[in-house]
């Protein structure tokens, strides 16, 4: 099986993906490692636990990073609530984190499994930036990272930047800049997979406690789109990175050079991305630019539906 990190701040769409990638045979889930984002670093952590008790699942998690590396914290309770997985009941977690910081993990993990190991980071990319500048041996280790965050065109949290970017543009540049394969999922992507009633209610369907689970968070995260953005449901963003290593075929991408603005203003945090190949510069990440939603969605009721 292919050896994942899972790196988030659940967050909604953090949970579905964890819930995805632990269910699957194909992947071997080495960690979950959390970080602030959503909500502060002591919620999501605990919101990992929770995810992992509901999954009745024995991987470690390991608390990571709770500020960014030079801006000043962002945090989206408007999206996710007071806890960062509003809606369900939240079962109360019976363990609790390893002692081991994240950020070691992470660069212990890469160095034991060498080429092995890909990161799928779902939040703002303080663990994995950290990790690169502390143990910058570990870049040629890494077999790829597979990110959720950035946009080919606008941001969801300011006109210009995607919320992950935003939250921690330095990290994000560390990671552009850094050499490792990379996957971008962007807004330009999850914006093509909104899960409407029609796709909650399959979840519902299956008549299991997890995928009850899964519809409650997906209505409550409903909420915010429906409000912001006039749409019928919430865009999945997150669960893209588990589900494009699990079904490639599901989704197109394209080479582009990706510039991160660091620069303090309006823009900052943009995934500033060469469509057109103008700028000349070699390609450092694999853009996601299409989505067959209903083939992602009916993989994640499928691997739901495995609980
Ligand atoms: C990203 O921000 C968070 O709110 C979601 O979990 C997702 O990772 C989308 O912009
Ligand atoms: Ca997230």
């Known amino acids: 099986p292919l050896q994942v990190i899972l790196d988030g701040d659940p ?12 269910a699957s045979p194909e992947l071997r889930v080495l960690g979950v490692t959390t970080v602030f984002g959503n909500v502060g670093l002591d919620r999501t ?11 009745r699942s024995n991987v470690p998690v390991y608390r990571g990073v709770g500020r960014p590396l030079v801006v000043p914290p962002i945090s989206a309770e408007l999206v996710h609530g007071e806890s960062g997985l509003d809606g369900p009941h939240l ?3 019976s363990r609790g984190t390893e002692d081991e910081h994240a950020v070691h993990f992470l660069i212990r993990a890469v160095r034991e499994h060498p080429g092995e190991v890909t990161l799928v980071p779902t939040g703002p990319l303080t663990n994995v930036a950290l990790a690169l500048r502390l143990a910058p041996d570990i870049a040629p280790l890494i077999r790829r990272i ?15 930047a995607e919320f992950n970017a935003l939250a921690d543009p330095h990290a ?14 962007g807004l330009n992507a999850s914006h093509q997979a909104i899960a409407h009633p029609a796709r909650v ?6 008549g299991t406690e997890v995928g009850e689970f899964v519809a409650v968070l997906l209505e ?3 909420e915010h789109h429906r409000e912001r953005y006039g749409w019928e449901g919430g865009a999945l963003h997150d669960p893209l990175t588990v589900a494009w290593l699990l079904r490639p075929e599901l989704f197109g991408t394209r080479p582009m050079h990706v510039e991160v603005d660091l620069t303090e203003g309006p823009s900052q945090g943009r995934t500033v991305a060469d469509v057109w190949g103008v700028t000349g510069k070699a390609p450092n990440a694999e853009v996601m630019t299409e989505v067959d939603a209903d083939g992602f969605f009916a993989l994640l009721v499928e691997q739901v539906g495995k609980y």
């Open 11 to 22: 967050g909604h769409d953090d949970a579905v993906n964890i819930l995805l990638a632990l």
């Open 45 to 55: 952590t605990r919101n990992a636990l929770v995810v992992r008790e509901l999954a």
């Open 91 to 93: 079962p109360t977690p």
């Open 146 to 160: 597979v990110w959720m965050g950035g946009s080919t065109d606008t941001g969801n949290w300011t006109p210009a």
């Open 172 to 185: 994000a540049h560390i990671v552009f800049t850094s050499g490792v394969p990379l996957t971008m999922i």
């Open 201 to 206: 209610a399959a979840f519902r369907g299956l």
């Open 220 to 222: 409550f995260f409903a």
